[in-house]
C-alpha cells in the first residue's frame, strides 16, 4: 500500500472518530438536559403545590383574594428553581374558582370560589439549542381546594345557657362558616350517639372535614359519664372524625384523652372565652387539600 494510501485511511479513520466523539458528547448532552429538565420540573412542582396549599389556607382563614393571591406568590418564590426563585405572576399564575370534588374538576369562571390554581415556569432549558432554540412547555400546574366542613359542638355544661351568646357569636363570625357547604351545630353531650355521627348534620358527606368539639365544666368530676365520652370519642376517632375538647373552668384536664386525630384540647377560665376557644380548636382540622 502506498503512503497515499495509508494517509487516506488514517484520515478516514479520523473522520470516524471525530463523528463519534460528536455523537456521544450530543447523547451525553441530551442525557444532561433531559436530567436537568426533570429536576427544574420537580423542583417548579414543588413550588406550585406549596404556594396553592398556602394561598387555600389563607382563604380558609379569612383572606381576601388579593391578600392570597401576593401570598402564593411570595411562598412561590421562597421554593428556589434551579437556583433561582420561582417565577409565579400574581395576575396571571394565579387563578381562583371552584373544585368540584365529584367531577375532579376546576371551574375559574364559577361564581364562587374554594379553590387555588397556581402556575410555576421554570427557566428555559439551557441546552435548548441542541434543538434549535425550541423548549418544550413544563410549567407546573397545582390546584388546592377548601374541602367543606362539618362542625358540632357538643355541650356539657352546669348552666348551658351562659355558654349560648358565646357559641352564637361563633357561629356567625367564623370565616370558614362562609361558604355555602359549610355545616354547623350545637347540641348536648348526652344526646350524641357514636353509631350515627352523620344525622348529627343531615347525612354524611364523604370529603367533608368532620369535626366534634366536646365543650365541659363537669366531666372530669364525673368518672361513669367521662368513660363513656371516651368510648364515643374513640368509636368517632376511628370513623375519621375529629375531636377537640375545651375545658370551662379548673379540673378539667382529663378532657385530653377525649382528643382523636387533629383534635386539640384547651382550657377556659369561663363560658365568656369559648367562642375564641371553639374557633382555635375548630382551625387545627386542615381543610386544605391539593387536588390532582
Not at 352523620?198 to 370529603?207: A, D, F, I, Y
Amino acid at each position: 500500500m502506498t503512503i497515499r494510501g495509508h494517509r487516506a485511511r488514517r484520515g478516514a479513520y479520523l473522520v470516524v472518530a471525530a463523528i463519534g466523539l460528536s455523537a456521544l458528547a450530543a447523547g451525553g448532552a441530551m442525557v444532561v438536559e433531559g436530567r436537568w429538565r426533570d429536576l427544574t420540573l420537580a423542583q417548579a412542582r414543588g413550588a406550585s403545590v406549596a404556594a396553592a396549599h398556602a394561598a387555600t389556607v389563607a382563604l380558609g382563614r379569612g383572606a381576601t383574594l388579593d391578600e392570597a393571591r401576593d401570598l402564593a406568590a411570595a411562598v412561590a418564590a421562597e421554593h428556589p428553581v434551579a437556583g433561582r426563585a420561582a417565577r409565579v405572576d400574581p395576575l396571571q399564575d394565579v387563578v381562583f374558582g371552584l373544585w368540584d370534588f365529584d367531577g375532579r374538576a376546576f371551574d375559574p369562571t364559577a361564581g364562587r370560589v374554594n379553590a387555588v390554581e397556581v402556575r410555576v415556569r421554570p427557566p428555559k432549558d439551557p441546552l435548548r439549542w441542541l434543538f434549535g432554540g425550541w423548549s418544550p412547555d413544563r410549567t407546573a400546574t397545582s390546584r388546592a381546594a377548601l374541602r367543606s366542613r362539618d362542625l358540632v359542638v357538643a355541650l356539657d355544661l352546669a348552666d348551658a345557657t351562659a355558654a349560648e351568646p358565646a357559641v352564637q357569636a361563633l357561629a356567625d363570625h367564623l370565616a370558614f362558616l362562609a361558604l355555602p357547604d359549610e355545616r354547623f351545630a350545637v347540641v348536648p353531650l348526652a344526646e350524641l350517639d357514636a353509631s350515627e355521627p352523620s344525622s348529627w348534620l343531615g347525612g354524611e358527606r364523604p370529603l367533608a372535614a368532620r369535626s366534634l368539639i366536646v365543650v365541659s365544666d363537669g366531666l372530669c368530676a364525673d368518672p361513669i359519664r367521662a368513660g363513656q365520652a371516651r368510648a364515643l370519642t374513640r368509636a368517632l376517632g376511628e370513623d375519621g372524625v375529629h375531636v377537640g375538647v375545651v375545658g370551662v373552668g379548673p379540673g378539667t384536664e382529663c378532657l385530653a384523652s377525649l382528643v382523636t386525630g387533629f383534635g386539640r384540647a384547651t382550657t377556659v377560665p369561663d363560658a365568656s372565652g369559648l367562642g375564641a376557644a371553639i374557633e382555635a380548636v375548630a382551625r387545627g382540622v386542615p381543610v386544605a387539600l391539593v387536588t390532582p
